[in-house]
């Protein structure tokens, strides 16, 4: 078929000095499914592992974050969260199952948790699990429901919790230290990279250690301060 013009040209795109980009970017590249970000790295040999090491270890610290998170949770200071709950598994048809999968639990009053069972059936399970997980806890069953009442805290009591919480903020630091040793090696093996390109992401890598410690010591000085409050 004769060419009639380019108004009748199936594709449109910016005149720019370079041609060849952009037919690859606005007409080769659409035609054949392939985005041409990824070709044009690759021709210019932009080396991405940098960056895939960064995006893989914050990930991993931002894990480490979470799980000292998880860990706080299950302290309890004298107010009541279902999330003290987390870890009682109940015995559900022979699978051991989290008791947010099998109940409610809400919080009626400061000290008081409620687990409505979706099954009546799963009210006696429910109870004998709580006591087995030694939490400190001891349920009453309250008709289709159990009442969860937590004891007010001593003194003592609350500085151990505080130092169980200070072991978790310690243990998760130690963690995002982990993390951080492990990206500086993967950067030192990655000969494709100048060394000056090595020191400047190792100085990324430790921005985003400190930052992560940091997120830790502010969670961790939430939690004393909720632990020791009266």
């Known amino acids: 078929m004769k060419y009639r013009g380019p108004e009748k040209f199936p594709f449109t795109f910016p005149v720019t000095k370079n041609f060849k980009i952009c037919f690859e970017k606005h007409i080769l590249c659409p035609v054949l499914g392939v985005p041409w970000f990824f070709t044009y790295i690759s021709k210019c040999r932009i080396n991405l592992k940098p960056l895939l090491i960064m995006s893989e270890y914050s990930e991993k610290m931002n894990k480490a974050i979470e799980a000292t998170e998880r860990e706080f949770s299950k302290i309890r200071a004298g107010q009541a969260s279902p999330a003290i ?19 409610k639990v809400s919080v009626p009053e400061p000290r008081m948790l409620l687990v409505s069972p979706w099954e009546k059936t799963m009210v006696d399970p429910i109870e004998k699990a709580i006591l087995a997980a030694n939490i400190g806890l001891t349920p009453m069953k309250d008709g289709n429901c159990i009442r969860v009442t937590l004891p007010i805290l001593t003194t003592e009591r609350r500085q151990e919790l505080a130092k169980l919480a200070r072991k978790h903020a310690e243990e998760g630091r130690v963690a995002i230290r982990n993390i951080r040793r492990d990206a500086n ?13 090595v020191k400047k992401q190792q100085d990324e890598v430790q921005k985003a250690t400190d930052k992560a410690i940091a997120e830790i010591d502010r969670l961790l000085a939430e939690k004393e301060a909720d632990i020791l409050k009266v």
Not at 95 to 101: E, F, G, N, R
């Open 85 to 103: 709950l987390n870890d009682v598994r109940i015995d559900y048809y022979g699978t051991p199952t989290p008791i947010s999968q099998v109940a």
């Open 185 to 197: 090696d993967a950067l030192k093996k990655n000969k494709e990279l100048p060394e000056d390109e």
